[in-house]
């Protein structure tokens, strides 16, 4: 398997643009996480899905923030309008089984600039 | 607010020497814990766990060290090698309540010296 894999790599945009992130977890894995993170708070957890479900979208900062997963092997991360404050690597996660053994496997993440 | 804390932004060793990262944790639901490394330009990935009924897991040059009392745990790395220079993160999670989330801390990122 190729992993969770995240595009784009990076992404910079103007602020008031729309943005869209992009996951492809590990097949078979029914946990998908989105992680945000900052130099001030680490890895925050924005959002997870089971079996394509959210189940805890306490951490998404405000209503500009918006995921989805249509299905099990694709999810998004919206944000609409971005701001400057929004820039930060957001990192897609998969698991089996989220808090134990291995947790989760990591894409390598998004780097977003809004200017 | 922060759950769980990693008060040391930075560490550095010598090669060879011993390196030990810290980790307190506030919430006492939390009973699964987990380090994972993250390199540059990459996600974090999984270095090792401990269960809360335990107080000690090895792993070959990694051992973590749970102190429930304390709501402590440290990563201890023997010998450092300069491979190992990454962030570390650590993470927690409160099983027994049914909840499939980690919560991380800021990281710690470990320059071992050669």
């Known amino acids: 398997d190729a992993g969770v894999i995240q595009s784009p790599r990076h992404e910079v945009t103007e602020m008031g643009q729309e943005v869209t992130l992009r996951c492809k977890p590990i097949s078979g894995h029914d946990y998908l996480f989105w992680y945000r993170q900052t130099m001030m708070r680490g890895l925050e957890l924005l959002i997870y899905?089971?079996?394509?479900?959210?189940?805890?979208d306490s951490g998404m900062p405000e209503d500009r923030f918006s995921a989805k997963m249509p299905n099990a092997s694709f999810s998004t991360l919206k944000i609409q309008p971005s701001e400057p404050r929004d820039s930060a690597v957001y990192f897609c996660?998969?698991?089996?089984?989220?808090?134990?053994?291995?947790?989760?496997?990591f894409g390598s993440g998004t780097r977003l600039t809004v200017v | 607010d922060q759950q769980v804390k990693q008060n040391s932004p930075s560490l550095s060793v010598q090669e060879g020497r011993i390196s030990i990262l810290n980790c307190d944790y506030t919430?006492?639901?939390?009973?699964?814990f987990l380090w994972y490394k993250k390199y540059p330009a990459e996600g974090p990935t999984f270095l090792i766990s401990?269960?809360?009924?335990?107080d000690k897991n090895e792993d070959g040059r990694f051992t973590v060290f749970l102190n429930k009392s304390a709501k402590h745990l440290s990563l201890h790395i023997v010998p450092s090698q300069p491979g190992d220079s990454a962030v570390y993160f650590c993470?927690?999670?409160?099983?027994?309540?049914?909840?499939?989330?980690?919560?991380f801390g800021t990281g710690t990122r470990l320059t071992v010296i050669p």
């Open positions: 401990i269960s809360s009924i335990k």
């Open positions: 993470a927690a999670s409160a099983l027994q309540t049914g909840a499939n989330n980690l919560f």
């Open positions: 996660a998969s698991s089996l089984e989220p808090g134990r053994n291995y947790g989760y496997t």
């Open positions: 899905f089971n079996n394509n479900v959210p189940i805890d």
């Open positions: 919430n006492s639901m939390f009973d699964y």
